[in-house]
């Protein structure tokens, strides 16, 4: 009977902690949530003083643009070739119109391929010219259409008249559009 006192109070004994247990979870659960509220005040304190204090007394970012010169690219300096000449024609117009033009083509600075290649196909960049232009009208060769024109010639030439060699912009010392009438 000793025995089973030991077991009736031993039950017991582990009711009452266990209802002590249970009592002693609620403070410690509020002790941890109460520890991570004050946590997040304080870091949330700190993180608001921090960008009051980066911020200048909290007012708006603004980030500087570094003064300096203005950036200007440096424009390629081209070789250039004007042996084509002059070169005269008439336009497809039903009243033609006379075309004078000096072209001048540039390429990359000391490529004597591209030299060669040009004086080489002189008589074939005249033609060419001659060409181009007796197949446009009067209205395609105003002069609010001349750098559209150039970049055409450009593109015409490096793609139907030159093998290797390539020509990087086409310039005009003369172009002329006059009435036949």
């Known amino acids: 009977m000793a025995d089973e006192d030991d077991v009736i109070e031993s039950e017991e004994g582990s009711d009452e902690g266990g ?20 946590a997040l005040v304080f870091i949330v304190t700190v993180v ?33 070739y004007d042996g084509v000449g002059t070169v005269s024609t008439r ?13 001048i083509l ?3 600075l000391n490529d004597n391929a591209t030299q060669t290649e040009l004086i080489a196909r002189k008589v ?5 010219f001659r060409r181009y232009f007796s197949a446009k009208y009067a209205q395609e060769l105003q002069p609010e259409n001349e750098s559209k024109i150039k970049n055409e010639i450009k593109e015409l030439i490096n ?16 172009f002329d559009l006059f009435s036949m009438e």
């Open 48 to 80: 608001v003083i921090t960008f009051n204090i980066m911020n200048s007394g909290g007012k708006a970012a603004q980030t500087q643009i570094p003064q300096t010169e203005s950036y200007i690219a440096v424009k390629p300096i081209y070789s250039a």
């Open 91 to 103: 336009t497809r117009d039903a009243t033609p119109f006379n075309v004078s033009v000096a072209p």
């Open 159 to 174: 793609t139907t008249q030159l093998d290797k060699a390539r020509v990087r912009n086409v310039l005009f010392t003369q």
């Open 19 to 38: 209802s002590k247990k249970g009592s002693g979870i609620l403070p410690k659960l509020l002790k941890f949530i109460a520890l991570g509220l004050g």
């Open 124 to 128: 074939e960049l005249q033609d060419f």
């Open 106 to 108: 540039q390429y990359d």
